[in-house]
């Protein structure tokens, strides 16, 4: 079996992508799923791949089936798979250092890429400080800590959020009942404000200003006016583009009425950039869009080009008032460190944030050409390719989809084209932002025919 690990990189034409040669998952795909099945663990795994080799946006499965990722491994190969820099960088950590304990000692890594996300993070301050963690959870729990440190107990936080799963990220987490269902007792202290959702909202206002009008007002009147008292407030947390919530855009007077809190109350911004950063929403940072400078602001996922890493970036002042408060054994890890700067430089070289908005208007035309034409698709929403296309049974009561839009994307999947769902029932559109113009649109194209046809069925 170690026959599928020991592989030379995968090649493949463009124009022999998909290519399906078998069921999925195929023969040799069951009996992997079969072993991982008895000695994994339960998580979320709910699509059948199993992915042996990857380069940019194709994936190779044990079968030999080529598909077309469209969801960047949960928007993290926002560079592509094994992409030539951070290969090269890992490399460069194996003939030299795999890892030396950055948090204990010092390495000229974790000088340089703090030094680098320093200068490109839009903190609210002249420079900002970073301390690097393993993942996104982590650099949300040390955003937690860094905020508890210098504030209060309370955290506001949103309705379909998500933070992470570790005992204070969950807490802010909000999307799912699964998440928390059976751990009970999590970090009290969180309160939750409906996101500015302009599609569902539970005013059901129509112009999007007055729902951020209103997220703003709820938090204002009912949370600070009734439940706790500003000075006590740590951090509003929020996602800039709300994620496994469904690929959510929030409107610009959200953002304004949170500067505004922070200037009324001290309370501090903590943006979660962890799924909407680097690149993918067509600037650098989603927030970017908006015009706010956060006071502290996560990072993960993407950073590393598939090496785990996640840093959280903080004003200066922020930072722990002494040693000992906060650390980790693989934070900064040498060989992720290396990696993240590959992205970067590789980010800056090729413009792709750039690249990620021009390729994101011609899939967003694409689809709402398709929403004229098919009742199933009720919402078409993105920044850049970080794109929902929300699944309705009926568009005037907006009852979530959510049958059928497994449906498509597990017909999408035979057909050699992996989406991921966010939200009830949504499809999420997340390529890596170097995918091939060609691959993206034979992606598109095979989702659109398969929310037709099951548009089609389910009028029958
Ligand atoms: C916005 C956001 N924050 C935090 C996380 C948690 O990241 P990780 O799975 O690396 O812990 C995620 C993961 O999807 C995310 O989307």
Redesign the pocket.
Same mark, same amino acid.
């Given at each position: 079996m170690y026959e599928d690990l020991k592989l030379p990189p995968l090649e493949y034409k463009v124009d022999e992508v998909p290519k399906i040669l078998t069921d999925i998952p195929g023969p040799k795909a069951k009996k992997y799923i079969e072993i991982a099945n008895k000695y994994n663990a339960r998580s979320t795994r709910e699509i059948p791949v199993v992915a042996r080799r990857a380069k940019n946006a194709v994936v190779e499965d044990v079968d030999g089936n080529l598909f077309i990722d469209m969801a960047a491994a949960? $928007?993290v190969a926002n560079v592509g798979h094994n992409n030539p820099y951070v290969v090269e960088r890992i490399k460069r950590a194996l003939d030299t250092m795999i890892n030396f304990a950055a948090h204990d000692f010092y390495t000229v890594g974790i000088a340089l890429l703090a030094q680098k996300l320093s200068e490109l993070a839009p903190i609210n301050a002249d420079y900002a400080k970073v301390f690097f963690v393993n993942?996104? +959870?982590?650099? !949300?729990e040390a955003g937690i800590k860094i905020a508890r440190h210098n504030r209060g107990p309370y955290f506001i936080a949103f309705y379909r =959020?998500?933070?992470?799963?570790?005992m204070g990220?969950l807490s802010l987490t909000c999307s799912k009942p699964v998440h928390r269902k059976t751990f009970y007792s999590t970090m009290p202290g969180v309160r939750h404000a409906p996101y500015p959702d302009p599609y569902r909202n539970p005013r059901h206002e129509e112009n999007p200003e007055e729902v951020g009008k209103l997220a703003i007002e709820f938090i204002e009147d009912y949370i600070l006016g009734h439940a706790v008292d500003p000075e006590e407030v740590a951090a509003i947390v929020f996602?800039p583009v #709300?994620?496994?919530g469904g690929y959510i855009v929030p409107p610009k007077s959200f953002f304004e009425g949170l500067e505004r809190l922070r200037k009324d109350y001290g309370i501090l911004l903590f943006d979660?950039? !962890? #799924? $909407?950063g680097m690149g993918r929403t067509g600037k650098r940072f989603a927030i970017e869009h908006f015009g706010l400078r956060p006071d502290i602001m +996560?990072l =993960?996922?993407a950073l590393g080009g598939g090496a785990?890493i996640?840093a959280t970036i903080i004003r200066p002042d922020l930072d722990f008032k002494g040693d000992g408060y906060h650390s980790s054994t693989f934070g900064g890890n040498n060989l992720a460190v290396l990696a993240a700067l590959g992205v970067i430089d590789y980010m800056k070289e090729h413009n792709l944030p750039e690249r990620a908005a021009k390729l994101g208007e011609k899939v967003m035309k694409r689809l709402k050409e398709a929403q004229e034409e098919i009742e199933l698709i009720g919402d078409v929403r993105g920044l850049g390719l970080m794109i929902g296309v929300d699944l309705v049974k009926d568009r005037k009561t907006k009852a979530y989809a959510t049958e059928e839009r497994d449906k498509v994307i597990l017909n999408a999947l035979k057909r050699g084209v992996i989406f991921l769902p966010c939200g009830k029932s949504v499809v999420r559109i997340a390529p890596p932002l170097t995918i091939e113009e060609e691959l993206l649109m034979k992606g598109v194209e095979i989702l659109i025919e398969e929310i037709k046809k099951v548009d089609k069925e389910r009028k029958k």
């Amino acid at each position: 079996m170690y026959e599928d690990l020991k592989l030379p990189p995968l090649e493949y034409k463009v124009d022999e992508v998909p290519k399906i040669l078998t069921d999925i998952p195929g023969p040799k795909a069951k009996k992997y799923i079969e072993i991982a099945n008895k000695y994994n663990a339960r998580s979320t795994r709910e699509i059948p791949v199993v992915a042996r080799r990857a380069k940019n946006a194709v994936v190779e499965d044990v079968d030999g089936n080529l598909f077309i990722d469209m969801a960047a491994a949960i $928007a993290v190969a926002n560079v592509g798979h094994n992409n030539p820099y951070v290969v090269e960088r890992i490399k460069r950590a194996l003939d030299t250092m795999i890892n030396f304990a950055a948090h204990d000692f010092y390495t000229v890594g974790i000088a340089l890429l703090a030094q680098k996300l320093s200068e490109l993070a839009p903190i609210n301050a002249d420079y900002a400080k970073v301390f690097f963690v393993n993942s996104g +959870t982590e650099s !949300v729990e040390a955003g937690i800590k860094i905020a508890r440190h210098n504030r209060g107990p309370y955290f506001i936080a949103f309705y379909r =959020a998500f933070h992470g799963r570790t005992m204070g990220s969950l807490s802010l987490t909000c999307s799912k009942p699964v998440h928390r269902k059976t751990f009970y007792s999590t970090m009290p202290g969180v309160r939750h404000a409906p996101y500015p959702d302009p599609y569902r909202n539970p005013r059901h206002e129509e112009n999007p200003e007055e729902v951020g009008k209103l997220a703003i007002e709820f938090i204002e009147d009912y949370i600070l006016g009734h439940a706790v008292d500003p000075e006590e407030v740590a951090a509003i947390v929020f996602e800039p583009v #709300q994620g496994e919530g469904g690929y959510i855009v929030p409107p610009k007077s959200f953002f304004e009425g949170l500067e505004r809190l922070r200037k009324d109350y001290g309370i501090l911004l903590f943006d979660d950039e !962890v #799924q $909407a950063g680097m690149g993918r929403t067509g600037k650098r940072f989603a927030i970017e869009h908006f015009g706010l400078r956060p006071d502290i602001m +996560t990072l =993960a996922k993407a950073l590393g080009g598939g090496a785990p890493i996640g840093a959280t970036i903080i004003r200066p002042d922020l930072d722990f008032k002494g040693d000992g408060y906060h650390s980790s054994t693989f934070g900064g890890n040498n060989l992720a460190v290396l990696a993240a700067l590959g992205v970067i430089d590789y980010m800056k070289e090729h413009n792709l944030p750039e690249r990620a908005a021009k390729l994101g208007e011609k899939v967003m035309k694409r689809l709402k050409e398709a929403q004229e034409e098919i009742e199933l698709i009720g919402d078409v929403r993105g920044l850049g390719l970080m794109i929902g296309v929300d699944l309705v049974k009926d568009r005037k009561t907006k009852a979530y989809a959510t049958e059928e839009r497994d449906k498509v994307i597990l017909n999408a999947l035979k057909r050699g084209v992996i989406f991921l769902p966010c939200g009830k029932s949504v499809v999420r559109i997340a390529p890596p932002l170097t995918i091939e113009e060609e691959l993206l649109m034979k992606g598109v194209e095979i989702l659109i025919e398969e929310i037709k046809k099951v548009d089609k069925e389910r009028k029958k």
